[in-house]
């Protein structure tokens, strides 16, 4: 991990970005630590770092105001990384058919999605070595955000995920779905009920499979954007009691 830039934030939070390999990232860290703290991994859709990093240092600063550190990943072939003919016509087939106003066929679904979560899920754990070898962070970790087919597979794999916030959304792979089967750490769930673009009734699905025995849906009137600071401030307090 290098780091190429630092600056202070309102309240004295710092934010550091760095390169992990071909890999551009953001930590955030609180004020001041008398210890290791915890780390939250902060996820977000294949938009780009710099599009979706108003909403990314909002939640950090959340983070860091709870006494945890904050951590972001560049997406494969999102922002600045090298583009991705596969994901971008995988892209254009699925605009495309949310244009038809028909379902999304689910080769269009795993095009879209599979290879995503295969190429980051291993870029999240490398970004989780890194990050937990730096005297300011000792764990536990949580994991919140999108895309969820992302944050399930991590929630499989990583043992060092003590909890997640997830965002909830439609277009899951049926392979995703099953593994949701074997997710075991709590788990809060954020649900825009009025979501253009999720298919509520398999986000109530994909839900009701989590294995967890600690699980909370936050369904919340509206659409895709439209998440209100309560129910972020909840996922807050979720990951405070379970991260402390």
């Known amino acids: 991990m290098h780091f190429t830039a630092e600056q202070r934030l309102?309240?004295?939070v710092l934010e550091r970005?760095?390169?992990?390999?071909?890999?551009?990232?953001?930590?955030?860290?609180?004020?001041?630590?008398?210890?290791?703290?915890?780390?939250?991994?902060?996820?977000?859709?294949?938009?780009?770092?710099?599009?979706?990093?108003?909403?990314?240092v909002d939640r950090a600063r959340r983070a860091a105001a709870d006494g945890f550190a904050a951590a972001t990943i560049e997406l494969p072939g999102s922002g600045d990384r090298p583009r991705w003919a596969a994901a971008e016509q995988a892209r254009a087939d699925l605009r495309r058919a949310v244009a038809a106003g028909g379902p999304v066929d689910d080769h269009v679904v795993d095009a879209l999605v599979l290879p995503l979560v295969e190429k980051s899920v291993p870029e999240w754990q490398a970004a989780l070595d890194a990050l937990l070898s730096l005297p300011e962070i000792g764990g536990p970790v949580g994991y919140s955000g999108g895309v969820i087919s992302i944050g399930i597979r991590l929630a499989v794999v990583e043992p060092r995920i003590s909890a997640a916030v997830l965002f909830a959304g439609s277009l899951v792979p049926a392979v995703l779905f099953e593994e949701a089967r074997r997710v075991t750490v709590p788990l809060h769930v954020l649900l825009q009920w009025d979501?253009?673009?999720?298919?509520?009734?398999?986000?109530?699905?994909?839900?009701?499979?989590?294995?967890?025995?600690?699980?909370?849906?936050?369904?919340?009137?509206?659409?895709?954007?439209?998440?209100?600071?309560?129910?972020?401030?909840?996922?807050?307090?979720?990951?405070?009691?379970?991260?402390?």
């Open 10 to 12: 309102d309240g004295g």
């Open 17 to 56: 970005t760095f390169t992990l390999g071909e890999i551009p990232g953001i930590l955030w860290t609180p004020a001041s630590t008398s210890a290791p703290v915890p780390l939250i991994l902060l996820g977000h859709p294949p938009l780009g770092l710099r599009t979706m990093y108003p909403r990314l």
């Open 195 to 244: 979501d253009e673009g999720n298919d509520r009734r398999a986000a109530l699905d994909l839900f009701d499979a989590f294995g967890s025995e600690e699980k909370t849906l936050h369904a919340t009137m509206g659409g895709h954007t439209g998440v209100p600071q309560f129910a972020g401030e909840s996922a807050a307090r979720f990951l405070a009691r379970h991260l402390k």
